[in-house]
């Protein structure tokens, strides 16, 4: 085979299609969902999360090689075992940031309860500390994390959190989705 028709291979009309459809996807996860669930998850909800989504990417796993499987009629053990091995390669590799921030959507989508969590303000200026300590296993010291209930609070028009002394109480209404994971609304 010449040069000139590995090329012509290379960019014939299905390959073309399927970086055009990757692009499509790399373009939807960075600039759509990505911006999207940073501006309602905490960092600390999204890296639990993150800890036992391989749970979910391996249910994905699963449908996709049974829908490939259907797809290319497998009728022989060696082609449903490769088609079972590329798909979890997808979902639990190639695809799993993708794969996540579509979880994450659906999660917010599908709002399951309201939970309110009390915190206690910390605020010292001279020595620029501010978190917020809702005890042991609760407490909010990332800074993206303040600087995004802080948003929250200031567009559903209450006070906003700086304003806040120490031993102030604050309230921060999170919602959980059929994930199980708490996002800020």
């Known amino acids: 085979m010449?040069?000139?028709?590995?090329i012509k291979k290379l960019i014939s009309k299905p390959y073309f299609i399927l970086f055009i459809i990757?692009?499509?996807l790399f373009c939807l996860d960075t600039f759509v969902l990505k911006p999207f669930i940073k501006e309602h998850y905490l960092d600390q909800d999204l890296q639990s999360f993150k800890d036992f989504?391989?749970?979910?990417l391996l249910?994905?796993?699963?449908?996709?090689?049974?829908?490939v499987s259907i797809c290319i009629k497998a009728k022989k053990i060696l082609e449903i075992i490769s088609v079972c091995l590329y798909s979890a390669f997808f979902a639990l590799f190639a695809?799993?940031?993708?794969?996540?921030?579509i979880l994450l959507l659906t999660n917010f989508q599908t709002e399951k309860e309201r939970i309110i969590n009390t915190y206690e303000v910390i605020n010292h200026k001279e020595a620029m500390v501010f978190w917020l300590d809702g005890g042991k296993e609760n407490s909010i010291h990332d800074d993206n994390a303040i600087?995004?209930?802080?948003?929250?609070?200031?567009?559903?028009?209450?006070?906003?959190?700086?304003?806040?002394?120490?031993?102030?109480k604050v309230k921060v209404e999170f919602k959980r989705g059929v994930f199980n994971v708490n996002y800020l609304d």
């Open 2 to 6: 010449t040069r000139s028709e590995q």
């Open 22 to 24: 990757l692009v499509l």
């Open 53 to 56: 989504s391989w749970r979910y």
């Open 59 to 67: 249910v994905i796993a699963v449908v996709i090689a049974i829908v």
């Open 95 to 101: 695809f799993r940031t993708l794969f996540i921030h």
């Open 147 to 168: 600087e995004l209930i802080d948003k929250k609070r200031k567009a559903k028009g209450l006070k906003s959190i700086f304003e806040y002394k120490t031993g102030d």
